[in-house]
């Protein structure tokens, strides 16, 4: 029987490990959200600017955990819908996006993250994030 995401087994045994550990990591992010609804390009690093691919990420994710049940709707689905606004206000219908990080590498220092370039146009890895957010919210996943 093939295993799909929308299905996982709950009696694997890593089951509640992995449970617990996206909850604490929803939970964490959850703090680390600016009032515009999006997080930064280097989460936890209040100088970095805001990040449309990783806004796209994180709230496919809890959307997608709150849809499950594995986090609880009615604290996640407002954080998810903040998001949706502040992605709709920076992607273009002709593709162009505001605010996508430069491809990740690895970095030599922390402080050297947020030295990426901010992109603003056309990104396929950022447009892909976006498409991946987009479906999230149609339930087309």
């Known amino acids: 029987m093939a295993l799909s995401l929308s299905d996982p087994p709950k009696d694997h045994p890593g089951y509640e490990q992995m449970l617990i550990a996206f909850r604490g990591l929803a939970a964490a992010l959850a703090r680390q959200r600016d ?18 691919a990783s806004t796209c990420m994180i709230a496919a994710s809890l959307l997608r955990g709150a849809r499950r049940g594995w986090l609880d709707a009615k604290t996640y689905q407002p954080l998810v819908d903040r998001a949706w606004e502040a992605v709709k206000a920076r992607a273009a219908s002709d593709g162009g996006l505001i605010d996508v990080c430069e491809s990740t590498g690895a970095q030599k220092s922390r402080d050297d993250y947020p030295r990426r370039k901010a992109i603003l146009g056309r990104d396929p890895r950022g447009g892909a994030m976006v498409l991946l957010f987009s479906t999230e919210m149609a339930g087309l996943q």
């Open 35 to 52: 009032e515009t609804g999006m997080w930064r390009q280097v989460v936890d690093m209040p100088g970095s600017y805001r990040g449309m």
